[in-house]
């Protein structure tokens, strides 16, 4: 008879499994976050409607005046067809850099405390709030998606690309939430916040190529541009979502650097989150 193998210690099992149920933990601990943050949005939706007017008032009144006047340079595409992915990154970006201030809120009421001695990581509660903005940010893609399509702008809807918009836009949520939030961190307050969050919104809009191409800017705007991450979220939304849209930087390289911004700033945010504690 042949002796079987040595047996694995349950010690070795124990260890080998811990990769996995760490993976596990974090998931279904980030997924919790994200799961009570989305209640809030369940039972006051209004906020989804009072947002989408602003991105309403820019394809008709602004997009339509420009389509006019010819005055910007936009190739083959119509100016509202070049403008809409840009609204549509608009409106990711005001709702989401405005996130933090949930946090603060939260802050100020104790539930940050109290979140801090669960038995969840700081990374898999920072990521479950990017992944709660992602989900806001897709409703919000939604409403500007059909607003366009209403309006006349020819938009791709191929499976394929319309999965790829909506990736898009899932990211720049929460890329943009987790800066957001990184800022709340540091500040703590309400009214610091607010300056700071509507000192940074309009230069990274107009300091991207969301409303003009970047080949119409001067070098030290184009410059700031390039390292803007709104210029990578529009990039990838104009040439996924727009017919006869061509893109300039690659959708590969806009993905790659909306991924590595979003990791970069949960390791941050994740870091800094105790903070607001104290």
């Given amino acids: 008879m042949t002796s079987a193998g040595p047996a694995t210690p349950p010690r070795a099992l124990a260890e080998s499994g811990k990769p996995l149920a760490r993976l596990s933990g974090f998931a279904r601990h980030a997924m919790a976050i994200a799961s009570a943050d989305l209640l809030k949005l369940k039972r ?3 906020e989804l409607f009072t947002r989408a007017v602003q991105p309403l008032l820019w394809l008709l009144v602004f997009g339509q005046v420009f389509s006019r006047t010819r005055a910007i340079p ?4 119509s100016y509202l067809a070049f403008m809409a992915p840009g609204v549509l990154a608009q409106s990711v970006l005001f709702a989401a850099i405005f996130y933090g201030i949930a946090v603060i809120w939260e802050r100020d009421l104790g539930i940050v405390h ?44 191929d499976p394929l690309s319309v999965l790829g918009v909506g990736v898009a836009v899932f990211m720049g949520s929460a890329l943009f939430a987790t800066f957001s939030l990184l800022v709340a961190c540091v500040v703590k307050t309400r009214e610091r916040f607010m300056g700071i969050g509507q000192l940074l919104t309009m230069p990274l809009f107009f300091a991207s190529n969301a409303i003009y191409p970047i080949t119409m800017m001067p ?9 803007n991450p709104l210029t990578y979220l529009v990039d990838a939304l104009r040439t996924l979502m727009v017919m006869g849209a061509v893109s300039v930087t690659g959708v590969p390289l806009d993905f790659a650097v909306m991924g590595a911004g979003i990791v970069g700033l949960i390791v941050a945010a994740a870091w800094l989150y105790p903070d607001l504690a104290r």
């Fill in 114 to 157: 109290k979140l801090l001695v669960a038995p969840a990581s700081r990374s898999s509660l920072v990521t479950g709030k990017a992944i709660a903005a992602g989900v806001r940010g897709l409703v919000q893609g939604v409403i500007v998606f059909i607003i366009a399509l209403l309006l006349g702008v020819h938009v791709r809807l």
């Fill in 74 to 77: 936009t190739g083959a595409l």
């Fill in 219 to 227: 070098n030290w705007l184009r410059a700031i541009a390039e390292v």
């Fill in 44 to 46: 006051d939706p209004t």
